[in-house]
Nanobody
Framework: QVQLVESGGGLVQPGGSLRLSCAASVSIFAFNAMGWYRQAPGKQRELVATISLGGSPNYADSVKGRFTISKDNAKRTVYLQMNSLKPEDTAVYYC????????????WGQGTQVTVTS
């Protein structure tokens, strides 16, 4: 079965950095794309960044220039490097893997909390 496990969240000050990791239980070549979403209390879950099978990244405008998504196929892991963090980045961050034919809603991790405050 497919499992995604996020790690790397924590409490940081504005301007600080964190690196999130998403480890998959299967080869990430099995997925059309992978990405990161986030959800703040009382708000809808929103796209942060995605990366295609070939490695092409896309970012939400709110994080462009500050966040970088990458992957290591051998380690079955997708990363999100977050720099210049702002209080508005505070949210639970979720890893997502797309395989529409098998599961139209995609696969999701349990989430990792990121809190940015002074």
């Amino acid at each position: 079965q497919v499992q995604l496990v996020e790690s790397g969240g924590g409490l940081v000050q504005p301007g600080g950095s964190l690196r999130l990791s998403c480890a998959a239980s299967v080869s990430i070549f099995a997925f059309n794309a992978m990405g990161w979403y986030r959800q703040a209390p009382g708000k809808q879950r929103e796209l942060v960044a995605t990366i295609s099978l070939g490695g092409s990244p896309n970012y939400a405008d709110s994080v462009k220039g500050r966040f970088t998504i990458s992957k290591d196929n051998a380690k079955r892991t997708v990363y999100l490097q977050m720099n210049s963090l702002k209080p508005e980045d505070t949210a639970v961050y979720y890893c997502n893997a797309e395989k529409p034919i098998e599961k139209p809603t995609g696969y999701w991790g349990q989430g990792t909390q990121v809190t940015v405050t002074s």
